[in-house]
């Protein structure tokens, strides 16, 4: 059986790859491990089938035939896990890649996240210009202290890693605000992983559905 | 040689456990290994050395004789790979104890965090209080859904578990704000794990320094 993950059946950013199933897909190409995508409605996020598999009601999810899981970045360890490619043999430069995937998803990826649902949420609220500048120097705090990580390497531990593939997909969410331009090496680190062939058809795949949900009037 | 972590010298919560050592103190009492810590100021976050270790300027950092590491997250995963205790020996049942240790710093936490931060830096803004209503009800949205997957369940994947260890470490950042008490599971959950010997020790070791460094006039 080939694993399962879900994602929108409507892309909610018009197919830019921006929603969490992207790094999942991602990884999955990177290791060249097949995969099946369930795709859901925003209505369905709600009802207990999904909830019974992610009880916060986001996509994606992930079901092999041994376990289910959600959190895109367990979904991206485990893939990880059982297939070469993402993650280094020895287990303290493991270590150190999952020590990445938790960098990007709790110290990066939050102020990002943060100023995206201030743009979704409160652009009519009297504050919300007052507010820009907070917001980004907070990404900007990261950004600097990322870069100045990064230097002139190509990934953060030696090789791409998962490590990579998670901050890379936490990153692409800056395309548009400006922000990542202020690094160039973090541009370039972006560019690199954006190359990538695997990255490239897992962006293809999440992009065919978008073109499908549009062209159903969806 | 013993595993060495840093802390804060002065608690920014006087004592109450409420930084980021906390989970991997606990952690370490839960197996029952032996660890140090060393104590860092405010400047010395901002000084190269640290930054050696933590790129982001923050604590905790570990140390052993292998690796070093960043991000309280990975930190855990480290000891708990090291030490049986906190996680199953099963590949599938690990995966679903990583899954809530990436759940609760990156799903359920942020919301949290930025409630923290407009408390801490917004306080003075002429929208501060007009914007609580907003952040409580992100908060109160996570904290409805992890209440209706724990129900009357003691922890999170049957025993106690590093997810626990993490969620419960991220929910007692809500002491104060009452919001835990809309959910009476969730308040017996995190008692249950306060309660606890090892986090006692835990709890005891972080507030020994508190307490030095008031009566060292800190």
Chains 1, 2 share one sequence.
């Not at 991602?26 to 909830?51: C, I, M, N, S």
């Not at 916060?56 to 092999?64: K, L, N, R, S, V």
């Not at 376990?67 to 280094?88: C, D, M, N």
């Amino acid at each position: 059986m080939k694993p399962v993950i879900t994602a929108f059946r409507d892309s909610p950013d018009r197919g830019q790859g921006l929603a969490r199933d992207m790094a999942v897909r991602w990884a999955f190409e990177e290791v060249g491990a097949p995969y099946d995508v369930r795709l859901v409605t925003f209505a369905e996020l709600k009802e207990p089938a999904h909830r019974a598999l992610q009880p916060f009601g986001q996509i994606p999810t992930y079901e092999d035939s041994e376990t289910a899981l959600f959190e895109s970045g367990a979904i991206v360890l485990r893939i990880a896990e059982r297939h070469a490619g993402l993650l280094p043999a020895e287990a303290s430069a493991r270590a150190r890649v999952i020590m990445w995937m938790f960098a990007a998803l709790s110290t990066v990826e939050p102020p990002i996240v943060e100023h995206d649902a201030a743009c979704l949420v409160e652009s009519e609220e009297s504050w919300f210009a007052a507010r820009q500048p907070l917001l980004r120097a907070r990404i900007r705090h990261r950004l600097g202290d990322l870069s100045l990580r990064l230097g002139d390497a190509d990934w953060l531990e030696g090789t791409f890693s998962a490590g990579d593939l998670m901050m890379v997909a936490v990153l692409r969410r800056l395309h548009g605000s400006g922000l990542l331009e202020e690094h160039p090496n973090l541009v370039t680190y972006v560019a690199r992983g954006e190359a990538r062939p695997a990255f490239k058809r897992a962006f293809d795949g999440q992009y065919a559905v978008f073109i499908a949900a549009s062209s159903a009037g969806g």
